[in-house]
């Protein structure tokens, strides 16, 4: 079993950068692969990134490509989101989530563990 702690949300101008952290409990942290999904108010919960349990493979949405990195240590059993010229439509509430033995899906119902959400505002 993980908890999962998000942080590092905030308030930015369009254009700016956040860093978000994910960070797990549990002994068995490199056997999850961990997933970032965010949700705005009256739409569904939306793939955002993830990443292999090694950190060796990482999958983007492609609203995010190129803007946001996604990336993890294992030894401080943290997984990290650096966002880059956000935009008005990346307001939202950003979960991380850890699928067990998993590779880095993009589908929600894999994902067997949940943090309680970071908020994330973008404003012009």
């Known amino acids: 079993q993980v908890q999962l702690v998000e942080s590092g949300g905030g308030l930015v101008q369009a254009g700016g950068s956040l860093r978000l952290s994910c960070a797990a409990s549990?002994?068995?942290?490199?056997?999850?692969?961990i997933g970032w999904f965010r949700q705005a108010p009256g739409k569904e919960r939306e793939f955002v990134t993830a990443?292999?349990?090694?950190?060796?493979?990482?999958y983007y949405a492609d609203s995010v490509k190129g803007r946001f990195t996604v990336s993890r240590d294992n030894a401080k059993k943290t997984v990290f989101l650096q966002m880059n010229r956000l935009k008005l439509e990346d307001t939202a509430v950003y979960y991380c989530?850890?699928?067990?033995?998993?590779?880095?899906?993009?589908?929600?119902?894999?994902?067997?563990?949940w943090g309680q959400g970071t908020q994330v505002t973008v404003s012009s």
């Open positions: 549990g002994r068995t942290f490199s056997s999850y692969a």
């Open positions: 989530a850890a699928d067990y033995l998993g590779s880095g899906s993009n589908y929600y119902l894999n994902y067997e563990y």
């Open positions: 990443i292999s349990r090694s950190g060796g493979s990482t």
